[in-house]
């Protein structure tokens, strides 16, 4: 962290701003996560267990969580293989957004420490993949944002590096842990070669109100994150009335999102100099991020909240003269 000092004070001080930053790093495992967790490390044991390899999809909406549960995943296989240098029985490779061949094999050269990782014809990057794997002893490779095996522009799989991924399973035959939004498993559709090494799917699911088994996992959710935020613990900060269901409401439930108006209610309330929180701050909160125009009636955390999405006049842009 920079120890520079601020241009300007800004409303918020030294010690607001530290407390803010662990609240913004907070990993919460919730029920959900740790469903996922133990799905993905009985998966890993089985492929480990086996010559053959296996594959296992995990999707999600975008900000469900599912980087954030596979980076702690890898996290805790590194720590618990720190004393075991340059063994890496797990690989977190990002796909790339533009995904030929050629950038996914540096980004998975990357991922095994190759300091030469963008040289070489694609023949001598097929061989340094399979030596690395096989040195530092890989057994899980996680490939996150595995939507962009489909080409955004033209909404079509792109066949020549799902067909060269594929191969290349066939040839190491270890674990593979794809991490994506669900339309990536269009890619799985197109053959029965991709489909036959799918072992198990898991998806995560937004937080939900509908049932009271659903209010129990999102309640016990935001008693953990109560524990971190910067005021007073008076019992139950984020479970007061009905600031639980207006929270689901105002994030579809997404974790993302969730904890994004927790840390901008946190903020608002912190700049003036309050030392409770309470839904006026959230109620701004959702309007600073929410900034298209938003009305009281859209506003979860407005009295004035309707559910159905409010009828706006067609603005019709006027045709510029030029
Ligand atoms: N378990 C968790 N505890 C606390 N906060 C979380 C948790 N999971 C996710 N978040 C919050 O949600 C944000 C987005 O999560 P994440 O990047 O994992 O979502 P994602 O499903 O990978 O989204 P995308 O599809 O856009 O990549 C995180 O930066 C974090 O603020
Ligand atoms: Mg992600």
């Not at 959900?32 to 999707?59: K, P, W, Y």
């Not at 954030?68 to 063994?87: H, P």
Request: hydrophobic share 40%; aromatic share 8%.
């Amino acid at each position: 962290m920079s120890n520079r000092t601020r241009p300007l004070a800004g409303n918020l001080s030294d010690y607001d701003i530290s407390n803010l930053t662990k609240l913004r790093e907070l990993y919460v495992a919730y029920d959900q996560v740790n469903v996922a967790l133990n799905e993905i490390s009985d998966f890993h044991a089985m492929t480990r267990s086996s010559s053959r390899g296996g594959c296992m999809t995990l999707v999600g909406d975008s900000g469900s969580g599912k980087t954030t549960i596979v980076k702690s995943y890898y996290d805790a296989i590194r720590a618990a293989n720190r004393n075991v240098q340059d063994e890496m029985p797990a690989l977190l490779v990002t796909l790339p957004e533009k995904c030929s061949i050629k950038e996914l094999c540096v980004q998975i050269l990357i991922a095994l420490g190759d300091p030469c990782a963008e040289q070489g014809t694609k023949r001598s990057m097929e061989i340094r993949i399979k030596k690395l794997m096989d040195a530092r002893k890989v057994e899980l490779v996680i490939f996150d944002e595995f939507q962009h095996m489909i080409d955004p522009d033209r909404d079509r799989v792109v066949h020549t590096t799902a067909d060269w991924l594929k191969t290349q399973m066939n040839l190491l035959r270890r674990g593979y842990l794809l991490v994506g939004l669900p339309k990536f498993e269009r890619v799985i559709r197109t053959s029965d070669q991709w489909r036959r090494r799918v072992e198990s799917r898991f998806e995560l699911r937004p937080f939900g109100w509908d049932s009271e088994r659903d209010q129990a996992h999102f309640l016990k959710f935001l008693q953990v994150v109560e524990k971190m935020l910067p005021f007073e613990d008076t019992g139950g900060l984020l479970r007061q009335e009905t600031l639980p269901k207006q929270l689901i409401m105002a994030s579809n439930g997404y974790v993302a999102f969730v904890m994004r108006l927790i840390l901008r209610a946190s903020m608002v309330a912190l700049a003036h100099g309050h030392t409770t929180l309470q839904t006026a701050h959230f109620r701004k909160a959702f309007r600073d991020l929410e900034s298209y125009g938003i009305e009281a009636e859209q506003n979860p955390f407005s009295g004035m909240y309707r559910r159905e999405p409010v009828e706006r006049p067609v603005i019709r842009k006027r045709r510029e003269a030029f």
